[in-house]
């Protein structure tokens, strides 16, 4: 069943009015009355309609069923990012929200070639989530943070969560670090840019009491190590 995300109030009848819900209904679905598809608002909560009028300004429908959707993680997980080039960073951008973290946060290092996440980069990246959560059927968008300084990022953590980074020159068994966050629900991992952390960044984050962990014997791009490390974090 085709879903969209819906910012205003869902009653039991009422007329939808979002124009980019009514042209895909309407002219990319073709969707007709009697036909049924889901909204959800971020409540955790999806919405079963039934289409009852078409018109080119509006789809007025009545509310079916309430469900609670069952496709949320129980993990809080937080991705700090470094800055990417464009189609990189918003490739991991889709994968992060399907995958199911609640939060990435863009973050600027000594290595990161670009350094600017304003305007239509930063509203790229939001269309891209809400498009990756009504496809993946999750029911809570992945919040977007602001571009955060490196040092602010390392600093600002809750010691009481799991707080990982991925370095390629760490020697341990990627298995059992992600094992230690098994029974963890926050869980902070930050991704370097395309030329990696430098060893002071490092030696800051383990001062932070941040954990370097290994994502395998291989190197791995910057947009890989992020989706690797997410997939195994969000199944442990």
């Known amino acids: 069943m085709f879903r969209f995300y819906y910012d205003q109030k869902i009653t039991d009848s009422f007329q939808i009015t979002d124009k980019e819900i009514i042209n895909q209904i309407a002219r990319v679905l073709r969707l007709k009355p009697g036909e049924h598809f889901i909204l959800f608002d971020n409540s955790g909560f999806e919405f079963e309609l039934e289409i009852l009028t078409i018109d080119k300004n509006s789809v007025e429908v009545l509310l079916i069923d309430k469900i609670k959707c069952l496709k949320e993680s129980d993990k809080n997980i937080t991705l700090y990012l470094a800055l990417l080039k464009k189609d990189n960073f918003e490739l991991v951008v889709q994968k992060a929200t399907e995958i199911g973290a609640k939060k990435i946060v863009p973050i600027i290092t000594q290595n990161c070639v670009v350094k600017d996440f304003s305007g239509n ?116």
Do not use: W
Not at 193 to 200: D, H, I, R, S
Not at 203 to 223: D, Q, Y
């Open 121 to 236: 980069k930063c509203e790229r990246c939001l269309a891209i989530i809400k498009e990756a959560t009504e496809q993946c059927g999750g029911c809570k968008l992945t919040e977007l943070g602001s571009l955060t300084d490196y040092v602010k990022a390392i600093t600002s953590l809750n010691s009481k969560d799991s707080n990982l980074i991925a370095h390629e020159k760490v020697k341990a068994d990627p298995s059992a670090v992600l094992k230690e966050t098994a029974e963890t629900k926050n869980i902070n991992i930050f991704i370097g840019p395309e030329g990696g952390f430098t060893e002071l960044e490092i030696e800051m984050a383990i001062k932070a009491g941040i954990k370097p962990i290994s994502l395998g014997k291989r190197v791995l791009r910057a947009e890989t190590a992020a989706i690797s490390a997410l997939s195994c974090l969000a199944i442990v």
